[in-house]
Nanobody, 124 residues
């Protein structure tokens, strides 16, 4: 058992940027894939992006491609989701999650550990 901690959420105007961080305990989690998910009010949680253990393999959901970038710094035990050109539709609680076996997947069932979430609000 271990904890994932998200940070960096907040309020931003449309077109703005936010950087979310997911901090995890090393070294065991160094071998886990890390994914970002989000849940908007009244909607199901959906995948946003993921990175494998090395950070060299990444996957993005279509509606964030070109706007969001996921990166991993194993030396600092952190995965960052850089979000640019934010839209009101990006408003949600954002969660990071860890998946065993170096998995990078858009399926929630692949992830065993979840953070508590951080709120992102995009509004004018």
């Amino acid at each position: 058992q271990f904890k994932l901690v998200e940070s960096g959420g907040g309020f931003v105007q449309p077109g703005g940027s936010l950087s979310l961080s997911c901090t995890y305990p090393g070294p065991t989690v160094d071998y886990y894939g890390i994914g970002w998910f989000r849940q908007a009010p009244g909607k199901e949680r959906e995948a946003v992006a993921c990175a494998n253990a090395s950070g060299r393999r990444t996957i993005y959901v279509d509606n964030v491609k070109g706007r969001f970038t996921i990166s991993r710094d194993s030396a600092k035990n952190v995965v960052v989701l850089q979000m640019n050109r934010l839209e009101p539709e990006d408003t949600a609680v954002y969660y990071c999650a860890a998946a065993r076996y170096n998995t990078c997947s858009g399926s929630e069932s692949s992830y065993s550990y979840w953070g508590q979430g951080t709120q992102v609000t995009v509004s004018s």
